[in-house]
Structure formats: structure tokens, C-alpha cells
């Protein structure tokens, strides 16, 4: 009889047996490819906090020239692949114990040398490199995820998310923002919504504003558009809409996460049903099927990536400052997706929550009949606005929570407005009474005498 420990590597052996190409026709023409083999996968688990892949057995494989291996053979666990910009090095949530929390490392592709980069007493998981020798990555503290930046060293690590909820980052645009997952609205756990920030988390926002159907697992493709997973299937983010778009792809659930080859085919993580496993699958995009890249067995296959180099993110050059507030300016409460009688804004207020989550009035503030308003407000905490009438009356609350970072300048065109909508080339009427921003940092709050 087979003593304990050799028993439990055959059964952790035959758990995680690679995923294979279905034929030499299918694989001949697969470029090299990153890929995570689970044999348990919940890809909305993050919005409660909870791991992905739960208590099962997760590997990080490479396939190559026909054939896959583990990339980190001695791991109890690992997933989460993402490429440098050079290609030559991949960051990797790993696990060398299984009791041990997920933490951040990186290995080499050339000579396989692996070095730790985390040493969180949590959970790190979800890394992407940055420009200028720099990572994010999610940490979970206090049963919640918080997307941190840091050192590629692991020193320096900077909170970049600041509110009640659970935050995942999916990628780094092109651009230099960092695109990530949270639900809608932010401080719920209901629907998944996708959001931007920098690198410094400030200018937090939605990246469309047509909210209310689930979009998860965002990644950008070469012509710049950003396709996500969704309730429906898969759709995209595209510069000409200020809404998504659905992509005509061949129905199913899709995990997100796509990887584009050079020939401009997508290898998709797919599965027919909610009972099936993910698979990895080719799609030609217009095409009516799908072709299968990789049959998984006994486990899903997720997360593909080329390893290969790529355009380097446009370096983000922080404007903030060593402040303990931020000011916000709204050109027009006005222009809005909701609809407000002309006039009827008369004040604003800003809430926080307290040390037991419960809502803190920070202040009220004027706003004026063109709708601008100028005020001050703590930083790096949860806000919520909330507009009145003259009367006191609440005209509309925000329904979740923002934040902005210390030192922060910011200026909206109003209230909810979409990317698209460009402002009235016209001073405020806020700045012709004072450029001194009224003080809704909760030291001293301010009642409004109205802004009219």
C-alpha cells in the first residue's frame, strides 16, 4: 500500500492533469499561451470578498510547441497570470502551501527564477504590471478587496480604493488607467459593474454609465475597445457609443478574460451552461462558432494570455498633492441622466460613513442657478451627494459612494453625466462669487443660505 503523502501527490496529480489539444489540427497553429487550470472557479466570488477558486486545486499552465507543464510545478496553488510589456516575465498570485494566503510573485520565462514580491498577512491576488517598474494588485483586509499599487521590490504599497465594497482590477489600459470590477453601485454586492481609476486612485468613475446589467472581467483588445463578460453573453466598450454594445458571439457563458493572437482570433473561456466546465475556445470575431483551443480535463480552463511583448501603458503623472482634502468643482448639477426642473438645485450635501458604516453628514454647501458648485472634501474616504431643493426637499441621492485622493482637483460636468458629454464653455457662477471652495470636510459643518 501506497504510504499517505505519495498517495495524496498521485490524486493531486491526477486532479490537475494539464488540459490537452483536442487534435493536432486544432493545436498546430496555438501560439504559446498562458492558462489557469481549476478544478473550482466562481467568477463573481470577489464581490463578497470570497476566493475565486475556493478550497480547489488551481495551477498556472504553459503551453507550448504542442505541449503544457506547469509553470510553478512546486506550488500548492496559482492563477492569475499577467505578461510584462516585454513579455519576458509574468506576475502570478501563488500559494507554496496550501494553508498559505494567496500572495504576489514573479517569475522569469527565460531561466524559470521565481521571487516573492508580496508578504501580506492576506490574501494578494490579480496582479498587473504598471509602467516604471510598478504592480497592482487586489488585497483582501477585513474580509474586503482593496486594489493597492506597489514597488515591483514590494515596497511602497499605496491604497488606491477607498469605499464599502470590493474592488478587482482586470487590466491596464493603454491609456494608463487602470480598469477594474466593483458592484453597482459601488457599496452594494448585487450586479458587477466596470470602472476606471489612475494610478494614484484618483478620478474614479464609471466607464459607461448605462448601468443595471452584470459586466465583469474587462479586458482591452488592439483596436482599443474593452470586451466584458456580461448577463447576456459577451459585449464591448467601444469610443463611438456611451453605452456598451453587445458582441454577436455564439451563445453560452463566457468568464472574460480574453486573449487576442496576431491573426486577430480571440481564445475565449467558455462553457454551454452554469453545470458545464470553462473551456478554452477560438473564435474568429463575426464568425458563427466557436473552435476548441483546449479540452479541459477534470478542471476549467481560464484566464488565457500570450506571452508575448506588447505596447507599454502610457505612464499616469500623478497631479496630486500632499493635502489632507480634495476639491471638486460641478460645472452644471443640471446635466444629468435624470431630469430636473430648471432651478429646482439649490444645495448640495456630502455624506460619509462613520467608524460603524452608518451615514455622517459632512456639510451643505450652495448651488448656483447654472448649477456649479465648488466644495471641499475629505480625502482617501467613502462620499456620497445628495441634492436639494429650496425647500430641503431631496431632489436625488447618489445611490453609491465615490472617493477622492488627498491633494485631489477635480471637476465634473454634473451629476451622472456620461463620458460624452462636453461642457458649456462658460465660467461657473460659483467662481465669480469665490474661488475659495466651501468647507464639507465634516471639521466644521456648514449650512447652506441657498445658491440662488
Known amino acids: 500500500m501506497l504510504p499517505r503523502s505519495i498517495l495524496a501527490c498521485a490524486l493531486l496529480a491526477i486532479a490537475l492533469r494539464p488540459a490537452k489539444p483536442v487534435s493536432s489540427a486544432v493545436g498546430d497553429d496555438l501560439p504559446a499561451i498562458l492558462y489557469t487550470a481549476a478544478s473550482l472557479y466562481e467568477p463573481l466570488a470577489w464581490m463578497h470578498g ?27 496553488a496559482s492563477a492569475d497570470p499577467a505578461v510584462s510589456f516585454d513579455g519576458r516575465r509574468i506576475l502570478f498570485a501563488g500559494k507554496v502551501h496550501p494553508q498559505d494566503h494567496w500572495q504576489i510573485w514573479e517569475l522569469v520565462l527565460e531561466t524559470g527564477a521565481v521571487r516573492r514580491i508580496t508578504s501580506a498577512v492576506d490574501d494578494c491576488v490579480r ?9 497592482i494588485y487586489a488585497r483582501r483586509t477585513q474580509g474586503r478587496f482593496a486594489i493597492e499599487r506597489a514597488d515591483l521590490t514590494g515596497k511602497n504599497p499605496l491604497p488606491l480604493t477607498y469605499g464599502p465594497a470590493n474592488f478587482l482590477p482586470t487590466d491596464v489600459l493603454r491609456d494608463g488607467r487602470i480598469l477594474f ?28 454609465c448605462d448601468h443595471g446589467v452584470a459586466r465583469h472581467s474587462g479586458r482591452q483588445v488592439r483596436s482599443g475597445d474593452v470586451i466584458f463578460a456580461s448577463s447576456h453573453g459577451l459585449a464591448r466598450f467601444t469610443s463611438a457609443r456611451a453605452h456598451g454594445v453587445p458582441v454577436n458571439a455564439p451563445a453560452g457563458e463566457y468568464a472574460g478574460d480574453l486573449a487576442e493572437t496576431a491573426s486577430g482570433d480571440w481564445l475565449l473561456s467558455w462553457r454551454p451552461n452554469g453545470a458545464a466546465q470553462f473551456r478554452l475556445m477560438r473564435w474568429t ?13 477534470n478542471a476549467n480552463v481560464l484566464q488565457p494570455v500570450l506571452p508575448a511583448s506588447r505596447v507599454i501603458a ?13 476639491n471638486l468643482l460641478c460645472l452644471n448639477a443640471f446635466t444629468s441622466k435624470y431630469t430636473f426642473a430648471p432651478g429646482s438645485i439649490h444645495s448640495v450635501q456630502i455624506y460619509t460613513r462613520d467608524d460603524q458604516s452608518n451615514p455622517k453628514l459632512l456639510g ?3 448651488v448656483e442657478r447654472d448649477g456649479s458648485f465648488f466644495v471641499q472634501v475629505p480625502a482617501d474616504k467613502p462620499l456620497q451627494i445628495e441634492l436639494l431643493d429650496a425647500a430641503g426637499k431631496i431632489l436625488k441621492r447618489e445611490a453609491g459612494f465615490f472617493w477622492m485622493r488627498h491633494g485631489e482637483q477635480r471637476g465634473c460636468v454634473g451629476c451622472h453625466a456620461g463620458p460624452e458629454t462636453s461642457p458649456e464653455n462658460a465660467v461657473p457662477m460659483i467662481l465669480l462669487k469665490s474661488t475659495t471652495p466651501a468647507d464639507l470636510t465634516g471639521a466644521s459643518p456648514q449650512t447652506s443660505s441657498g445658491g440662488h
Open 127 to 135: 496582479p498587473f504590471y504598471l509602467p516604471e517598474d510598478r504592480l
Open 285 to 297: 470575431p463575426g464568425s458563427a462558432d466557436l473552435k476548441p483551443a483546449l479540452e479541459p480535463i
Open 181 to 208: 470590477e466593483a458592484g453597482f453601485p459601488i457599496g452594494s454586492e448585487s450586479i458587477p459593474e466596470i470602472y476606471t481609476i489612475y494610478s494614484d486612485g484618483s478620478g474614479v468613475e464609471s466607464y459607461r
Open 364 to 366: 451643505t454647501a450652495p
Open 314 to 326: 502610457n505612464r499616469h503623472p500623478s497631479g496630486l498633492h500632499d493635502w489632507p482634502n480634495a
Open 50 to 76: 470570497a476566493d475565486r477558486f475556493r478550497s480547489g486545486l488551481t495551477t498556472l499552465m504553459l503551453r507550448e510547441e504542442n505541449r503544457e507543464r506547469p509553470l510553478v510545478p512546486d506550488f500548492a
